[in-house]
């Protein structure tokens, strides 16, 4: 019985050796393990600087704000403002059919109006030149103003007849309704697919080649 009890004793102070060198070695490859992290070879190959694979590429329109761009070399060519009525055009900064709106400068040559619309959706407006306001509204857009239009809201842009041209840039998502003045009934839309085909069938016709718009879509 006392032999046997020697053993239980000389074991228990063997193990007790080797318990700190077992944590010391566990240690040692937590420790080399967080020293060097692993990554999947794919991303270490990565750029942050390009876009991924696959992606669209960016629109640049130089000179805007001073609707000419400071080089000379860089003229803006009157045809791609896009006629749609006799006062009023367009130049189409962007076509983006994947999310259903526009961005376009519209322009006014010695006043005029476009016909009461209703907005199913937001719109933003910038001011870069001229004077213009809605019919619905008080306020009177100028150089440099901004304007938040809801959804839902109806109104008829006018632009005074003494303003020699207004310039604006838009942001339109969804529909735009033409709206009857005595009946409120809807006459007509414009959209995202309009503003693009309007765009095609005008540079074909002017000489610009109907794939001109093609740039702008997204």
């Known amino acids: 019985m ?24 566990f240690v040692v490859v937590i420790a080399s393990t967080k020293a060097r992290p692993r990554f999947p070879d794919s991303q270490s190959s990565v750029s942050l600087n390009a876009a991924p694979k696959g992606a669209l590429g960016d629109i640049v329109i130089p000179g805007l704000f001073s609707l000419q761009d400071q080089d000379a070399s860089v003229v803006d060519d009157p045809r791609v403002w896009v006629p749609q009525t006799d006062c009023l055009s367009f130049r189409p900064l962007c076509f983006c059919v994947s999310q259903g709106y526009y961005v376009n400068l519209l322009k006014f040559k010695g006043g005029g109006v476009l016909g009461r619309h209703r907005h199913v959706s937001p719109v933003h407006a910038l001011t870069l030149q001229g004077n ?77 080649n109907e794939d001109y718009a093609e740039q702008f879509i997204r």
């Open 132 to 208: 213009w306001s809605y019919k619905e509204h008080s306020w009177h857009a100028s150089p440099g103003t901004y304007v938040f239009e809801p959804p839902g809201e109806t109104h008829t842009l006018m632009v005074d007849d003494n303003c020699e041209e207004m310039i604006a840039m838009f942001h339109v998502t969804g529909a735009l309704l033409y709206i009857d003045e005595e009946s409120d009934q809807v006459t007509g839309y414009d959209d995202v697919f309009t503003k693009l085909e309007k765009a095609r069938t005008w540079y074909k016709e002017c000489g610009l």
């Open 2 to 25: 006392a032999r046997l009890l020697w053993k239980f004793i000389a074991g228990a102070f063997a193990l007790t050796s080797l318990v700190p060198s077992l944590a010391e070695a």
